[in-house]
């Protein structure tokens, strides 16, 4: 069977200081992704990444381009080294997304730091503006989530969405979002119904709901100003795990998945039921790669994040 690939690429929570670190110094086509960055920035994001310390780099207007950044140098070192595998699709978990889309050609680098830069700024304003939360639950099915968020929302404001649900990681392991109040009583009722675990995420920005609706309006105007083109190779949204490509169809995605679910277990399966047998995370850590396992064991995970890991992906994959 001939192998069939789709470069994934991490969101928040894959940040840790020193990231990418290794690969900059070894390759420089990865460090002048830092550099680019830095100038364009007006600021030593590098320094940031690099030599941290965490809390600066876990706030979320200097995470987001931190990450891509980071992704992006990944991404240029395996590129250093020959890799020209065609990609069948490009996915990207959130903010992961604008990373996907400057490697399928859409965005250009720069417009790329600048819109997640904003992105950063507007979720944080939100953030601050109506404070709130995520949990994970594991162990409990979609629907079972779904229906206890309909059931907090109609009991705190009458039917107001307060409370969404966030992320779809995988069967299993879903994440909810929102007003705190709200969180707290969907954490209750998802161990009353028997999770297997229920987890405060450490943020207190509510990603993915209605929360973030102020942010999207003020991203719109950002992204209607951005230079997109049409993608080389087709973006699995995380709006409806359908491939995209057309630029007027990726600004909507980039605006509407602030306040919407990141369908990544549909995403995954559908790259899957197209014929993809293989995975490369290219970015810090290996959040993705556990997901992609858990959703199909039977597939190819490979990744690059480090040196080792970028080694093991070329003679993998007889690059």
């Given at each position: 069977?001939?192998?069939?690939?789709a470069?994934?690429f991490?969101?928040?929570?894959?940040?840790?200081?020193?990231?990418?670190?290794?690969?900059?110094?070894?390759?420089?086509?990865?460090?002048?992704?830092?550099?680019?960055?830095?100038?364009?920035?007006?600021t030593?994001?590098?320094r940031?990444?690099?030599?941290g310390?965490?809390?600066?780099?876990?706030?979320?207007?200097n995470?987001?381009?931190?990450?891509?950044?980071?992704?992006?140098?990944?991404?240029?070192?395996?590129?250093?080294?020959?890799?020209?595998?065609?990609?069948?699709?490009v996915?990207?978990?959130?903010?992961?997304?604008?990373?996907?889309?400057?490697?399928?050609g859409?965005?250009?680098?720069a417009?790329s730091?600048?819109l997640?830069?904003?992105?950063?700024?507007?979720?944080?304003?939100a953030?601050?503006?109506?404070p709130?939360?995520?949990?994970?639950?594991l162990?409990?099915?979609?629907a079972?989530?779904?229906?206890?968020?309909?059931?907090?929302?109609?009991?705190?404001?009458?039917?107001?969405?307060l409370?969404?649900?966030a992320?779809?990681?995988?069967?299993?392991?879903?994440?909810?979002?929102?007003?705190?109040?709200?969180?707290?009583?969907?954490?209750?009722l998802?161990?009353?119904?028997?999770a297997?675990?229920?987890?405060?995420?450490?943020?207190?920005?509510?990603a993915?709901?209605?929360?973030?609706?102020?942010?999207?309006?003020?991203?719109?105007?950002?992204?209607?100003?951005?230079?997109?083109?049409?993608?080389?190779i087709?973006?699995?949204?995380n709006?409806t795990?359908?491939?995209?490509?057309y630029?007027?169809?990726i600004?909507?995605?980039?605006?509407?998945?602030?306040i919407?679910?990141?369908?990544?277990?549909?995403s995954?399966?559908?790259?899957i039921a197209?014929?993809?047998?293989?995975?490369i995370?290219?970015?810090?850590?290996?959040v993705?790669?556990?997901?992609?396992?858990?959703?199909?064991?039977?597939?190819k995970?490979?990744?690059?994040?480090?040196?080792?890991?970028?080694?093991?992906?070329l003679?993998t994959?007889?690059?």
């Amino acid at each position: 069977m001939s192998e069939q690939i789709a470069l994934l690429f991490p969101g928040q929570g894959s940040q840790q200081v020193g990231m990418a670190r290794d690969l900059a110094e070894a390759y420089s086509q990865a460090q002048a992704v830092l550099a680019q960055a830095d100038e364009i920035l007006g600021t030593p994001l590098s320094r940031t990444i690099f030599q941290g310390p965490a809390e600066e780099l876990d706030d979320t207007i200097n995470t987001q381009p931190a990450l891509l950044v980071a992704s992006l140098a990944c991404w240029e070192a395996l590129r250093a080294r020959g890799f020209e595998k065609r990609a069948a699709f490009v996915a990207g978990h959130s903010l992961g997304e604008y990373t996907a889309l400057v490697v399928a050609g859409s965005l250009p680098f720069a417009e790329s730091i600048r819109l997640v830069r904003e992105r950063g700024r507007l979720m944080q304003e939100a953030g601050q503006r109506r404070p709130g939360g995520m949990a994970a639950i594991l162990g409990l099915e979609d629907a079972a989530v779904q229906e206890i968020c309909r059931t907090v929302n109609s009991r705190l404001s009458g039917g107001l969405s307060l409370l969404a649900v966030a992320n779809y990681n995988s069967p299993g392991q879903v994440v909810i979002s929102g007003e705190r109040d709200a969180l707290q009583e969907a954490m209750r009722l998802a161990r009353q119904r028997g999770a297997a675990k229920v987890l405060t995420l450490a943020v207190s920005i509510a990603a993915h709901s209605p929360l973030m609706e102020p942010a999207a309006r003020g991203l719109a105007q950002a992204i209607a100003r951005a230079p997109i083109g049409e993608a080389s190779i087709p973006l699995v949204a995380n709006l409806t795990a359908e491939p995209i490509t057309y630029p007027e169809e990726i600004r909507q995605e980039l605006i509407q998945q602030l306040i919407g679910s990141v369908r990544w277990t549909a995403s995954i399966q559908r790259m899957i039921a197209e014929g993809v047998n293989c995975f490369i995370e290219v970015g810090p850590g290996r959040v993705l790669s556990g997901l992609v396992k858990r959703i199909d064991g039977q597939v190819k995970v490979l990744n690059v994040s480090d040196n080792d890991s970028l080694e093991k992906t070329l003679a993998t994959t007889g690059s």
